[in-house]
């Protein structure tokens, strides 16, 4: 068993807010807190998905309005794309929804990726390298002004980082981020997490301090002994029309892996 399968498994969600009303999401984050999930996250996309256009609405008003609707679950952008806001600012943003939410943000930021979004809102797209070049200088602009805040954030905001390009996002993962979030699977993620390390070690970091994490779906039986064998231990579940029953599933294989954990 290797340090990363000590770290004990969490369970997150992932609810998209587009194509309902207000109301049932206020409904499906209080549920998300009951059923006991460690993390609720949402989008930074002003559109549903691909050219649809549904009802929609905007990642941190959200954030702060289901901070005031709940009391234990971890909220956060997965993830705020660092090219819509000035990054001072989402700082900001972070430590005023940390404070409404008593301690509770995760800051998931990443370098964005989908051009309607862009484009629509009279954003610059520009290229791959432009964008991971204003996420790379984002991150520090967030992590200087956060030191400048008053009030500061009531903890150390943890930073999760989604993206896998080998060269320089997962060399800011190594520099920066306590969460590295990955679509990658399989064979592909071991090789990208093998990369991780690598960035870890060439600036003397212990990659184990790096929470691993994927989004699923399914039953946990089927994916997540495979998935917990290569080093993920924060599994977020991606709702689909607001059903959560997979995310009860889910803290339920988390509580039978924690639980033995803690046995000696």
Not at 101 to 116: E, M, V, W
Not at 217 to 233: E, F
Request: aromatic share 8%; with cysteine; proline share 6%.
């Amino acid at each position: 068993m290797t340090a990363r399968h000590t770290r004990p498994i969490r369970i997150g969600l992932q609810i998209a807010q587009y194509g309902a009303d207000w109301p049932a999401f206020l409904d499906a984050a209080r549920e998300a807190e009951a059923l006991g999930a460690d993390a609720l996250f949402n989008w930074d996309h002003f559109f549903g998905p691909g050219e649809t256009n549904v009802p929609s609405y905007e990642c941190w008003t959200m954030l702060a309005a289901w901070a005031t609707a709940t009391s234990r679950i971890d909220l956060g952008p997965l993830v705020n794309c660092i090219g819509y806001r000035n990054p001072d600012l989402v700082a900001d943003m972070a430590r005023t929804v940390d404070h409404i939410a008593g301690g509770r943000t995760i800051l998931g930021l990443g370098s964005g990726f989908k051009q309607r979004d862009y484009r629509e809102y009279g954003y610059r797209f520009g290229s791959v390298a432009d964008r991971v070049n204003d996420l790379e200088s984002g991150i520090l602009r967030i992590q200087k002004r956060l030191k400048r805040l008053d009030p500061p954030p009531l903890r150390p905001i943890p930073l999760l980082i989604a993206g896998s390009g080998e060269r320089r996002t997962l060399r800011l993962v190594a520099e920066h981020a306590d969460i590295w979030h990955t679509f990658a699977d399989a064979d592909d993620f071991v090789r990208k997490s093998q990369i991780l390390d690598d960035h870890c070690g060439r600036i003397g970091r212990d990659p184990e301090e790096i929470e691993r994490s994927v989004l699923v779906a399914g039953d946990p039986a089927a994916s997540g002994p495979q998935q917990l064998d290569l080093g993920v231990t924060f599994f977020i579940v991606s709702v689909k029309d607001l059903d959560l029953d997979p995310v009860r599933q889910w803290v339920r294989w988390r509580d039978e892996h924690n639980s033995r954990l803690s046995t000696p």
